[in-house]
T-cell receptor
Framework: NAGVMQNPRHLVRRRGQEARLRCSPM?????VYWYRQLPEEGLKFMVY????????ESGMPKERFSAEFPKEGPSILRIQQVVRGDSAAYFCASSPPLAANTGELFFGEGSRLTVL | GQQLNQSPQSMFIQEGEDVSMNCTSS?????WLWYKQDPGEGPVLLIALYKAGELTSNGRLTAQFGITRKDSFLNISASIPSDVGIYFCAGQLLHGGSQGNLIFGKGTKLSVKP
């Protein structure tokens, strides 16, 4: 019974390159969330998606960041033209439909992005 | 943006001691959650609270949802070495924000002296 799977676990990019982070939710979970964590900080909400729909993107930067959760395949967080300030751990979480509004999220192990 | 004030930031305790940490906010929450994060890992849910005044236990952990809906505490009794890690409080706003849009505190780093 696999948990939330994220890859890559570590990603190094040079400034101006693109970063793609993937997330496969737990089996049976149709809700996916992305959070960002800076060193010594708590997690910051970025986006909430259901299959083929963005439900809440209030935490997404206005530029360079996008997220999708297609009908088939994992959710993707895409960062274009990365800058050093994008260096962080990006966590994906999922929840089942019946857990709506409980706030009980199951987190993956994170993808750590380093921008040189 | 919304903030949760979590304290203490860090603490060293002797094995066997009890631990207490708390979170406060100026905003009202309808859900309080406590997560633990080990180095290099994602947060793991410890306890979830849904009603003002609710007191919930999970083994040696006890957490309460403040009566004003603006605060919560977590107690760990008889700490052991594997309790080491960072503990985060998180809340879901009563007004505003979708499900899963949690506000996290900055964490309490717990270190246990063997």
């Amino acid at each position: 019974n696999a948990g939330v799977m994220q890859n890559p676990r570590h990603l190094v990019r040079r400034r101006g390159q693109e970063a793609r982070l993937r997330c496969s939710p737990m089996k049976g979970h149709s809700h996916v969330y992305w959070y960002r964590q800076l060193p010594e900080e708590g997690l910051k909400f970025m986006v909430y998606l259901q299959k083929e729909n963005i439900i809440d993107e209030s935490g997404m930067p206005k530029e360079r960041f996008s997220a999708e959760f297609p009908k088939e395949g994992p959710s993707i967080l895409r960062i274009q033209q990365v800058v050093r300030g994008d260096s962080a751990a990006y966590f994906c979480a999922s929840s089942p439909p019946l857990a709506a509004n409980t706030g009980e999220l199951f987190f993956g192990e994170g993808s750590r992005l380093t921008v040189l | 943006g919304q903030q949760l004030n979590q304290s203490p930031q860090s603490m060293f305790i002797q094995e066997g001691e009890d631990v207490s940490m708390n979170c406060t906010s100026s905003s009202i929450f309808n859900t309080w959650l406590w997560y633990k994060q080990d180095p290099g890992e994602g947060p793991v849910l410890l306890i979830a609270l849904y009603k003002a005044g609710e007191l919930t236990s999970n083994g040696r952990l006890t957490a309460q949802f403040g009566i004003t809906r603006k605060d919560s505490f977590l107690n760990i009794s008889a700490s052991i070495p594997s309790d080491v890690g960072i503990y985060f409080c998180a809340g879901q706003l009563l007004h505003g924000g979708s499900q899963g849009n949690l506000i996290f505190g900055k964490g309490t780093k717990l270190s246990v002296k063997p």
